[in-house]
């Protein structure tokens, strides 16, 4: 199903052939992220994404853009926990022109320092704009309190103090640190071969002497009780984040927990969806998410609620979640959970840019990447009394963390009753 290869130095190449197509998608995917961050540089990562598009030694900043989009193709990146991603989907003809300019960006990119300091305004910008926006501020509230004083609970963005303090020196010398061999894969999905993708790699990467693994400090979970944290706002609705300590990447009960995720708050027929906003009309938004990292995770769910209804959402989410601790989902609750995961994920592999990001991530985090096959048969391998399993692991008092967003007084009484039902 896939080709794989590992050059000399130690990158990684995954090519998948789909040469019914006339396009090719491409990572380049580099081991570092918020999380290889301290406090003191907190940003620096998603600060050097930017910055790798203002220009190299060989492409000027229009010119990357130009040789991109003039060919009809789309040049992309983002920063995450764990990783970084610099990414172009363009018409096959055009493959070795993407390559050309996806690898100048990572081998030689110029940091000039006027960019550094317009780049500079454009994130403290983008810090401003994400906290003016409580749906999206309150993840960042939601995750400083699932991990305190760590890198995984401080946003990937970072804070405008660290923002403002790191200079061209810092930026350089991270990316010379951090962009090395052993940390870069290069994923490739749509119309190409796995030996022209290998030669272009080879070809640009050579260069890079061998290098260790980025590392980064493992997460520390000492919580032995609910956490509530509210942020008083005038909205006119109270954004909700409730989050429960989880599975990492790789854990047994990974696909029980998706499952679980979608049987909750994964699309409009789960529960969640049904109790509060269909039956209960206390919410416009509801719905779960997981995320997973290393070495940990994180099941959460958001809400955007009716000022004056709070915390009768909140009953009636905790009730959802306490049921399904209790009892097994029935037959064809289950049923139609599964064929959902599966026809979602079948769904998006048909797309050479989603099939690169799953093949680039899985490779890059966690060193191998399952056939779809496989997946499969892992899913249909999952039982009832597994999804069970991983609710009554996750759902207690000790995992759970929540952060408001709204007209909320922070001593709310009722907040802190429901917190405790599990």
């Given at each position: 199903?896939?080709?794989?290869?590992?050059?000399?130095?130690g990158?990684?190449?995954?090519?998948?052939?789909?040469?019914?197509?006339?396009?090719?998608?491409?990572?380049?995917?580099?081991?570092?992220?918020?999380?290889?961050?301290?406090?003191?540089?907190?940003?620096?990562s998603?600060?050097?994404?930017?910055?790798?598009?203002?220009?190299?030694?060989?492409?000027?900043?229009?010119?990357?853009?130009?040789?991109?989009?003039?060919?009809?193709?789309?040049?992309?990146?983002?920063?995450?926990?764990?990783?970084?991603?610099?990414?172009?989907?363009?018409?096959?003809?055009?493959?070795?022109?993407?390559?050309?300019?996806?690898?100048?960006?990572?081998?030689n990119?110029?940091?000039?320092?006027?960019?550094?300091?317009?780049?500079?305004?454009?994130?403290?910008?983008?810090?401003?704009?994400?906290?003016?926006?409580?749906?999206s501020?309150?993840?960042?509230?939601?995750?400083?309190?699932?991990?305190?004083?760590?890198?995984?609970?401080?946003?990937?963005?970072?804070?405008?103090?660290?923002?403002?303090?790191?200079?061209?020196?810092?930026?350089?010398?991270?990316?010379?640190?951090?962009?090395?061999?052993?940390?870069?894969?290069?994923?490739?999905?749509?119309?190409?071969?796995?030996?022209?993708?290998?030669?272009?790699?080879?070809?640009?990467?050579?260069?890079?002497?061998?290098?260790?693994?980025?590392?980064?400090?493992?997460v520390?979970?000492?919580?032995?009780?609910?956490?509530?944290?509210?942020?008083?706002?005038?909205?006119?609705?109270?954004?909700?984040?409730?989050?429960?300590?989880?599975?990492?990447?790789?854990?047994?009960?990974?696909?029980?927990?998706?499952?679980?995720?979608?049987?909750l708050?994964?699309?409009?027929?789960?529960?969640?969806?049904?109790?509060?906003?269909?039956?209960?009309?206390?919410?416009?938004?509801?719905?779960?998410?997981v995320?997973?990292?290393h070495?940990t995770?994180?099941?959460?769910?958001?809400?955007?609620?009716?000022?004056?209804?709070?915390?009768?959402?909140?009953?009636?989410?905790?009730?959802?979640?306490?049921r399904?601790?209790?009892?097994?989902?029935?037959?064809?609750e289950?049923k139609?959970?599964?064929?959902?995961?599966?026809?979602?994920?079948i769904?998006?592999?048909?797309?050479?840019?989603?099939?690169?990001l799953?093949?680039?991530?899985?490779?890059?985090?966690?060193g191998?990447?399952?056939?779809?096959?496989?997946?499969?048969?892992?899913?249909?391998?999952?039982?009832?009394?597994?999804?069970?399993?991983?609710?009554?692991?996750?759902?207690?008092?000790?995992?759970?963390?929540?952060?408001?967003?709204?007209?909320?007084?922070?001593e709310e009484?009722c907040?802190k009753?429901?917190?405790?039902?599990?």
């Open positions: 199903m896939y080709n794989k290869s590992t050059l000399n130095n990158v990684r190449v995954i090519t998948k052939r789909i040469s019914q197509l006339q396009s090719v998608s491409v990572g380049i995917w580099i081991k570092a992220g918020g999380r290889h961050e301290e406090a003191g540089n907190k940003g620096i998603h600060y050097i994404e930017h910055l790798l598009f203002k220009g190299t030694q060989n492409y000027s900043c229009s010119k990357i853009k130009e040789s991109i989009e003039g060919v009809g193709g789309s040049l992309n990146a983002f920063t995450a926990e764990e990783v970084t991603c610099y990414l172009v989907k363009l018409p096959s003809k055009h493959f070795s022109t993407g390559m050309d300019i996806l690898s100048d960006m990572i081998i990119p110029l940091l000039p320092s006027d960019e550094v300091e317009k780049e500079r305004t454009v994130i403290l910008e983008e810090i401003k704009m994400y906290k003016d926006l409580p749906q501020y309150v993840y960042e509230l939601l995750d400083e309190s699932l991990w305190p004083r760590q890198p995984l609970g401080m946003g990937v963005i970072g804070f405008s103090e660290t923002v403002k303090a790191l200079t061209r020196n810092d930026l350089y010398d991270y990316q010379k640190k951090h962009y090395t061999a052993s940390n870069i894969v290069v994923s490739a999905v749509g119309n190409c071969t796995h030996t022209d993708v290998v030669k272009r790699v080879k070809k640009s990467f050579s260069v890079l002497p061998q290098s260790l693994p980025n590392l980064f400090v493992p520390v979970e000492k919580q032995s009780s609910p956490l509530l944290t509210i942020l008083e706002k005038d909205t006119e609705q109270t954004h909700m984040a409730l989050g429960f300590h989880s599975f990492h990447r790789d854990h047994e009960l990974r696909h029980a927990l998706g499952l679980l995720h979608v049987i708050g994964g699309n409009m027929s789960s529960r969640l969806f049904n109790e509060v906003r269909e039956k209960g009309g206390l919410a416009y938004e509801i719905g779960t998410q995320k997973r990292y070495d995770g994180a099941f959460i769910v958001h809400a955007g609620i009716d000022n004056t209804k709070v915390c009768q959402a909140m009953q009636l989410i905790f009730q959802e979640l306490s399904i601790t209790g009892e097994l989902v029935s037959q064809d289950f139609r959970a599964k064929e959902f995961y599966l026809g979602q994920l769904m998006a592999l048909e797309d050479t840019m989603d099939y690169m799953w093949m680039g991530e899985s490779l890059t985090c966690s191998s990447v399952y056939t779809l096959a496989e997946i499969i048969k892992q899913v249909n391998a999952v039982t009832r009394d597994d999804i069970r399993i991983a609710a009554k692991q996750i759902f207690c008092d000790a995992k759970l963390s929540a952060a408001f967003i709204g007209p909320l007084k922070k009484s907040l009753d429901v917190l405790h039902i599990l």
